[in-house]
């Protein structure tokens, strides 16, 4: 998986610098903010299936407890600090494969490149997320 998503990038840099475009500029050195950034994409399409309620809850995911989110899966990590391409989170969402992409496709809803690129910068920037931040579990 890891190798699919690295080539992927490689491809899209490639294909970025043979057009003619360069990358945003500043954009990776502009901290993210899980609480106003992060946090609203988790709750509108994440939590539904990884939240509080334990019966709708799937994969025994819980992405609104800290500790939960960023646990192992079973030798992989669903957050990896620094790390996107080994964040299962972060190739779950970015995902070019309906079958593994989330939100589900049967779900109706998907992100937008945008709040994948803001995913993808705070996993980046270290996945920094507030200690005191626990009022949903």
Known sequence: MKTRTRSSLA?????????????????EDEKVNYLTQVKPILEAFCYECHGEDRSRREADLRLD?????FKDLGGFPN?????????ELYIRVSSEFLEMRMPPYEAGTELAEEQIETIRLWILQGAEWPEDDETDG
């Open 11 to 27: 491809l899209a840099l490639l294909l970025a610098g043979a057009a003619g475009v360069a990358p945003a500029s500043g954009q």
């Open 79 to 87: 957050i990896a600090p620094g790390d996107p391409a080994d964040s």
């Open 65 to 69: 407890i800290k500790e939960e989110a």
